[in-house]
Each structure stands twice: as C-alpha cells, then as structure tokens.
C-alpha cells in the first residue's frame, strides 16, 4: 500500500496564477483532509471530506477550493495564488466512525511558494 | 471548540537526558489524544493515542505519555532521548462525540533538539 500520495512535491507560483494538489489515498478511507502548515502554526485545516461528493470549510477555506469527485482522490485547488497561501500543504485520510479515535494518515507534503 | 496548548515551542535535551514535551488541552465532552511526530521533509506519523482505555499510553520508539484529567494534560514522555528523535512533535486533540467528524485540532508543535 502507499498510504495517501501527494503530487506535485513542489511548487513555485507566481501571484495570481492557479493550480490544483492532487491527494490520493489508497485505504478505502471515507474521510479525508486538506491541511496547511505554517511555523509556528501547527496545522490549520482548510476544507474536509466526510465522503464522496461531498466537503466542507475548516479553519482557513478562504481562497481554496476543492472536490472529492472519487472516493480515492481529493482535490486543493488554488483559483489565484497569493503570497499568503506560501505553505506547506499536507492532505491527510481517516476511517469513519466518530466513535473510534481512528487516527489521521497523512502524506509527504506539498511545498508551495508563491511569488 | 477544543483547543491544543504545547508548552514550549523549543526543547533541547542532551542524548541519553529524559524528555518531556508538554500538551494541555481544553474540550468540553472526553477526548481523543494523540501525539504526532515530524521529521525534516516528511509528513506526520503517529507516535501515540489515547483511547480511554488506559491512562499511561505506550506508543512508538520508547514514547509513552500520561492522559491526566484533572490537569487535563497529555504529557509525551521518553526516559532517554537518542539523536533520531530530533523532530518536531505536534499534539493533537478530537471530540468523542461525533459533532466535528474526526477534525482534529493540533498545538503549535515542539521542536526537540537533541545535543550529543
């Protein structure tokens, strides 16, 4: 198994410019997570997934969108990148079931500049 | 809404020195806990959680910690550190209940250096 992939590693924008994260994750895992690393920040969730075809805003959605069109994927898309959402983005997967601690697998990372 | 505090933002400890990285919490209903750790360049892997089912937590590498309720602490413990476990360490926080959908809230992470 590969667990939950990220593709692209890295990325250099320039301002105003848009792209998508691709997250993929190979668990059959119903929920699943975007996720923005900041230092000194810890994480801050951004959107989430509780399963297919459907999403919702966490902490810091202004600026992101994003779509779970398949179970497996989930999309981070930036419309028109600011120097702001310079971050590293991790996307993360979970099974379902609120009453099981059931913990969160997360990717390698997404190193995002945005010039 | 739950919220992570980590106490101290930088640790240094020398090889073979007990470490301590230090989590309070705040939550309304009983709650999951959960250590993570960061190495350079890499994602979040799960060093521990606590599940209610007991209160001293072992989990990888030699970690364990301590879920204290009336302190409400999650303290993350290792009675001597090795130079592979400088890493940045976040805490992490989720609700039983089933209201916030398995969102976890994360602390703002401590840096463990670990001097020779």
């Known amino acids: 198994n590969a667990g939950v992939t990220q593709t692209p590693k890295f990325r250099v924008l320039k301002t105003g410019q848009s792209m998508t994260l691709l997250c993929a994750q190979d668990?059959?895992?119903?929920?699943m997570y975007w996720y923005r690393q900041d230092p000194g920040m810890g994480l801050r969730l951004i959107h989430y997934s509780v399963g297919e075809g459907t999403t919702a805003k966490g902490e810091v959605p202004d600026g992101y969108n994003v779509s779970r069109l398949k179970k497996q994927n989930f999309l981070l898309g930036l419309e028109s990148a600011a120097p702001s959402q310079t971050s590293v983005y991790f996307c993360?997967?979970?099974?379902?079931?609120?009453?099981?601690?059931?913990?969160?697998?997360f990717g390698p990372g997404t190193r995002l500049t945005v010039l | 809404a739950q919220s992570v505090t980590q106490l101290g933002s930088h640790v240094s400890v020398s090889e073979g020195a007990l470490v301590l990285l230090r989590c309070n919490y705040s939550s309304s209903v009983p709650p999951y806990l959960f250590w993570y750790v960061q190495y350079p360049n890499q994602g979040l892997q799960l060093l521990l959680k606590y599940t209610s089912a007991a209160t001293l937590v072992k989990g990888i590498n030699g970690f364990e910690a301590e879920f204290k309720k009336s302190e409400t602490s999650f303290h993350l413990t290792k009675p001597s550190a090795h130079m592979s476990d400088a890493a940045e360490y976040f805490c992490a926080v989720r609700d039983a209940g089933g209201s916030t959908l398995g969102r976890l809230y994360f602390g703002r992470g401590t840096q463990l250096t670990v001097w020779p």
């Open positions: 668990m059959n895992h119903e929920y």
């Open positions: 993360a997967s979970s099974y379902s079931g609120t009453a099981y601690p059931n913990e969160q697998f």
